[in-house]
Antibody, heavy 118, light 108 residues
Framework: EVQLVESGGGLVKPGGSLRLSCAAS????????MNWVRQAPGKGLEWVSCITGDSKHMDYADSVKGRFTVSRDNARNSLLLQMNTLRAEDTAVYYC???????????WGQGTLVTVSS | EIVLTQSPATLSLSPGERATLSCRAS??????LAWYQKKPGQAPRLLIYDASNRATGIPARYSGSGSGTDFTLTISSLEPEDFAVYYC??????????FGPGTKVDIK
């Protein structure tokens, strides 16, 4: 059974940093591109970042480019998101998600809440 | 940049009724469109991919149709657990993944 479990969320001040983790199990992690998707309170879903299975390609939404860095550790089946220079508008539940056919998100974690507030 | 628009914003229906949700793309996306269900406090769930294919474990009352720029998600007979927000989604060259703003299906 595919399982994705996020951790690392919490309360951080504007300008601060946080690192999110996603522990994956139940599939061959290294063969799948992985993504971060977020949902701000009362808002819709927003794609944040993706990384290919071999870590050769990463991409980011304009709203986080230059501040967030995605990485992965295939030996440990984990996906990471380093978030720097956090802003109030980064407040959201962050989900990790596994792609299917390179186009859609087939499996999702339960999410971790990030709150940016002074 | 491809923009996805969903209508209506809210759909108020009773259990047993048919729900018809629309997603329109600003340019053709062929059949590369998915639908997700999102409930408060839960992870999104993939319902339909490639416009009309049900994902694993999705009940037959959910169906998707359309191609090009106009797509429809139909729930043939609403069950109590179907009241949620529904999002369409597409992958393009940039931004990599786009979601529509969502349609809330609530109880009338």
């Amino acid at each position: 059974e595919v399982q994705l479990v996020e951790s690392g969320g919490g309360l951080v001040k504007p300008g601060g940093s946080l690192r999110l983790s996603c522990a994956a199990s139940g599939f061959t992690f290294s063969t799948y591109s992985m993504n971060w998707v977020r949902q701000a309170p009362g808002k819709g879903l927003e794609w944040v970042s993706c990384i290919t299975g071999d870590s050769k390609h990463m991409d980011y939404a304009d709203s986080v480019k230059g501040r967030f860095t995605v990485s992965r550790d295939n030996a440990r089946n984990s996906l990471l998101l380093q978030m720097n220079t956090l802003r109030a508008e980064d407040t959201a539940v962050y989900y990790c998600a596994r792609e299917i056919s390179g186009r859609y998100f087939e499996h999702w974690g339960q999410g971790t809440l990030v709150t940016v507030s002074s | 940049e491809i923009v996805l628009t969903q209508s209506p914003a809210t759909l108020s229906l009773s259990p047993g009724e048919r729900a018809t949700l629309s997603c329109r793309a600003s340019q053709s996306v062929s059949s590369y469109l998915a639908w997700y269900q999102k409930k408060p406090g839960q992870a999104p769930r993939l319902l339909i991919y490639d416009a009309s294919n049900r994902a694993t474990g999705i009940p037959a009352r959910y169906s998707g149709s359309g191609s090009g720029t106009d797509f429809t998600l139909t729930i043939s007979s609403l069950e109590p657990e179907d009241f949620a927000v529904y999002y369409c989604q597409h992958r393009s060259n940039w931004p990599l993944f786009t979601f529509g703003p969502g349609t809330k299906v609530d109880i009338k």
